[in-house]
């Protein structure tokens, strides 16, 4: 699981280069299973929406990861 903030850039969007640098590095350690939790735009305004917003993928990414392990105790998810 990583976590990543932004000020402004958004994830996913034309100018966000620090999530595929990381999957690429992650990958290349051998980390092929990555659930990102993004709390971005954050200087944009609302800033509290966006991370309960956030929040919410955690639950949610957590939840899957628990139920995943469980299911496969050899899962290559690193927690970071």
């Keep these: 699981m990583v976590i990543m903030a932004s000020g402004g850039a958004r994830f996913n969007s034309a100018i966000d280069?620090?999530?595929s640098h990381l999957k690429h590095v992650l990958s290349f350690i051998g980390v092929t299973e990555v659930a990102i939790a993004a709390a971005d735009g954050l200087?944009?305004?609302d800033a509290e929406a966006k991370l309960e917003a956030c929040r919410t993928q955690l639950s949610k990414i957590a939840a899957n990861l628990s139920r995943s392990s469980k299911s496969n105790?050899?899962?290559n998810?690193?927690?970071?």
């Design 17 to 19: 280069l620090a999530k």
């Design 43 to 45: 200087m944009g305004g």
């Design 73 to 75: 105790a050899t899962s």
């Design 77 to 80: 998810v690193a927690l970071v």
